[in-house]
């Protein structure tokens, strides 16, 4: 189909390039680092062959929350925000932008996130997962209580959040020790951003802001096989929920949650996705330049959904998340 | 339908009965208590009224592994697995038996199963996820290379091994910590364990022991979803593959593995692991007395699936797999 | 759920009793003659104890549609219309009415249509397929030329159109003479309805008419399941198309057309239908009093759907294509 | 995947070579009948080239069955089935046969079975649905009392019975006249198999003969999004079946019904046939040469099933069904 927009579509600065390598093999490190800092060429060139109208594009991983001095996390998230700014003044009806946050600090990342959205007009943010604040070693989820203000922020100013993977590091999870190739996209992301999207949904959080709207990439990072499970298992036990929030997990997932089929182009997970969560809240990506657009894009226009869900999830959903038709 | 066969069915001796304390709220212990002791009794009774006509029966958890002390292990592996044996000759009928192993040492560990399967005729062993070996904090998988004359001894007995959950403990897991929420049942005890699978798979093991067969409960731990992009992420890399096994994780994971229903009670996992492994490798469970067998059965019998896969996936797999209408 | 609504849910005045009998053995005829002839009493209980909030009554079959003089097809129709307006106008809460059009004559038809819509603010038309015209033998569908002034009537009211089974006449089926097992809904029902609808796309109409909404009950009498074939065989062969209409069939069938549950509680067709059509084009129905209400609402309540899916399907698609909440 | 079988895969003898004629548009025919009278070339080449190991080959439709005089029809037969086993000798290892039958007269259709499977060696029979004997109006079904000791002869020799549409002769589907683009593969075939497949169900032939095995194409021409319809339809009366078999329509179509692929390559009917008779009784078939067999084969390589389904669908079932590994 024509008019795709994807929204899980990295870049990087040259401040966040080395971030992305380790991750493929050094071989493929040129071909990487050209894709990750052109946004105007190649990229286009690559969307206008496969159908794809829009990419929201955002920082690659993990880059800002691996700074420990939220300072310096400030300073890197301005001015990737502010060069992305300017990539997407150049093509609007091509690309929108997702903001990078420091949140390493709230406060910052709050303040940093009504600039993109009000001055920069951004379409929401994309933060890599848990941050790393004053030291390497001191790992925070945005499941803290300090990050209230932040999530009244996020809703306030209608703002997506795109919870992008990362790596857990090493101290947090000895399971994959001397097991490199369980991390990254393999394995170790998803389960890494599904428990901190559990962790979110079992905060309260949603409770207390109940108009905030995250997004998963990747399928769902594993979340639809197991959302059942994970509500009623010991289902003979008639016990009070034992965390802090009012409702079942499966009921912020439903209703607070949107995934995208970033990197996971598979009809069986897909189909097992629409029946969990509904194809309103499933939408289109790719994962470029870590996957390939035409793999996405030559799986989606194919795969065996109806034309009515390939429209929502192609392009629609997006359109009306990130109300990209009132421009 | 009757005649089911369930293989996630637990029991407990006195000895490890405390270790099935915890996971629920304290007002079901008596309840659960009972139901792990009682063999003859309400668990016949449970059986009867929804068609279930045996159980193949296993050692609560995390039992035999958590006992850091090999001889111990051991002396606790022979007792259970005796205790359980005494049981079964009365209604073998109704009951099989999968032993329990001190995996903490590989040789007692194969001493173990050689017995078990030749003299006490179990159908396979059950062993709860990693052992912990000397010291509480030594945790120790099945994919280290000691463990390789186990695989054989297992192909060569043809016993079939089911990986049980176990929870992580804290220091390799620190994501849940002060989340006891996602322990357990919820999420810790199918990540714990899919990676675990994920291990033996990329280890070889599965190449230079292509006759074994291990299961899985809890529809697959979540990995029938995740299977194709832990093969495909980042597709366009030709890279050569970077763990020791030669083939890709689904290859084994569609020879090697099976799956049980128990605990994750859902048509639509269901359908995608049909989708996924097929329905030969899928097998009825109910997870006694974590789960209720009702809930369970009451599920089964009206899942959404072909008659045909009914009976397989109630039934005959299972027959065919433990060899169970040879008697 | 609480709050479905139902669109496929029959009644009879006096004068249509007897056409409904016949279908079910005779010692149902009791039950289902009260059931026809009751709208405020058991007919609500019924509702009341299944959450189901809204009927929109239609008269029973084929009613109308067997009555070869369009004047007297005309005058049972509004007889029936605005009885049923009067019982709708006692609970409009909870009823809310089809017209019965006599189809024997468009204009006729056009005239009762725009009566209803406008006067008695029906919801739209059911018609019970075909029309007798003149003489019992005299079969005419409604992708006849004659039909066009209507067509272009039914898109200018914007009344949806509700395409009903009837039995085939002898004499144009012979295939199930002496098989009367197969007549009504077991098989010639879907059958009959089937090629009335693709007729309807064959002939044009959608083109000239492309705002019409069709609506078929039964899960869309087997269509969803068929259609890839019927645009698809041959698919080697670069013929031009070979009917008057300028798309293919399943254009039509994905813009033109809506599906009800009504009679076909089988999750199976439910998940090909979502996938064939997609979720915002089915909707809730029973088939009273030919099937149970807690029959339909015990199944739909609990089918293997999405739980966003399950509130569009159940309620606000309907409240959508009906303008319910505007009221 | 290579390795495949297929079993709806037709071919001519000048004789019947026009009754292919007319279904497809005049500047086709020079190719199809190409198609059809060619065995040894171009059809192995397409076979090699798309992982085709073997096709069971069949004579086209409507052929014998449409020759109203009985001896004439077994003359066809008779020449065709040794033409075939001719063609069958020269290439045993990608060729076998389904026999062509004169079912005219059930005694001669007898003869010929078993002249065919006993001394020809062939794996089956193909029929082309209804036969019209002695003139061309009268249409017989072989649920007809004179079929029971055809019936008994094929369960005898374990002949599986492949039952292949035809059109229906105008005056007995009125529905279509005006309407060709609904007859042939687009709908017709279908509707007239289905019908042919339900009577036999009824007729209570199997529980007279239970080791018959019915083959449908096409995905099993619609049934099985419907049976359930079929035996649940008003299910709050209990009444007794109205016709001769003992049992419900889905327990024969479950027990004795196999299904193939053949001219119908849409994924979503595929998964539904899967959820409704298992993958067991589902076999890849192309449907040559009225369909390609790189459309077929392209799609079933691909289609979003399990490589364990993909398997049996694509090679087993049918090396177990017609005992092909024995040789």
Redesign the interface.
């Known amino acids: 189909m024509n008019g795709k927009i994807g929204l899980e579509e990295h870049f990087a600065i040259r401040e966040t390039l080395q971030d992305s390598a380790g ?3 050094n ?2 490190w040129s071909e990487l680092s050209n894709r990750l800092l052109d946004i105007q060429d190649d990229r286009l060139r690559q969307m206008d062959k496969n159908g794809m109208e829009m990419m929201i594009l955002s920082l690659n991983a993990p880059a800002v929350q691996a700074i420990p001095d939220p300072r310096k996390a400030r300073e890197l998230a301005i001015r990737a925000n502010d060069e992305l700014a300017e990539q997407v003044a150049k093509r609007p009806d091509r690309f929108q932008a997702f903001a990078a946050l420091p949140m390493q600090d709230p406060e910052m990342a709050i303040e940093e996130l009504e600039r993109c959205m009000t001055r920069l007009e951004f379409k929401g943010a994309l933060v890599n997962g848990f941050s790393q604040v004053g030291t390497p070693e001191n ?1 925070v ?1 945005y499941d803290a209580p300090q990050y209230d203000p932040f999530w009244a922020a996020a809703e306030r100013l209608d703002a997506p959040f795109y919870l992008h993977p990362r790596n ?1 590091i090493s ?6 020790d001397g ?4 991390l ?4 170790a992301f ?3 951003t ?2 901190h999207a ?2 979110l949904m ?1 905060s309260g959080v949603f409770d207390r802001y109940p108009g905030l709207k995250i997004i998963l990439g ?2 769902g990072e ?1 979340l ?3 959302m ?3 509500d ?6 008639d ?1 009070p ?3 802090p929030a009012k409702r079942k997990f ?1 009921e912020y997932f ?1 209703n607070n949650f949107y995934l995208t089929t970033s ?7 897909l ?2 996705a ?8 499933i939408l289109f990506s790719t994962d470029w330049p ?3 657009v035409d ?1 996405a894009a030559n799986w989606f226009d194919a ?7 390939r429209l ?1 999830i192609g392009r629609t959903n997006a359109a009306k998340l990130f109300k990209l038709d009132r421009r």
């Open positions: 991750y493929l093999p071989d493929c790992v989820y857990p101290s947090w999870a000895q399971i994959y097991h490199p190739w369980l990254g996209p393999t394995w998803g389960q890494e599904a428990v559990l962790r079992a990747h399928m594993g639809p096989y197991s059942w499970r994970i009623n298992r010991n289902a003979w036990v016990a929920k034992n965390y499966c439903q990197g996971n182009f598979r009809t069986q997970s189909i097992d629409i029946l969990e969560i509904g194809s309103d809240r870590f996957e390939n793999h795969t065996s959904i109806s034309e009515a869900d929502k």
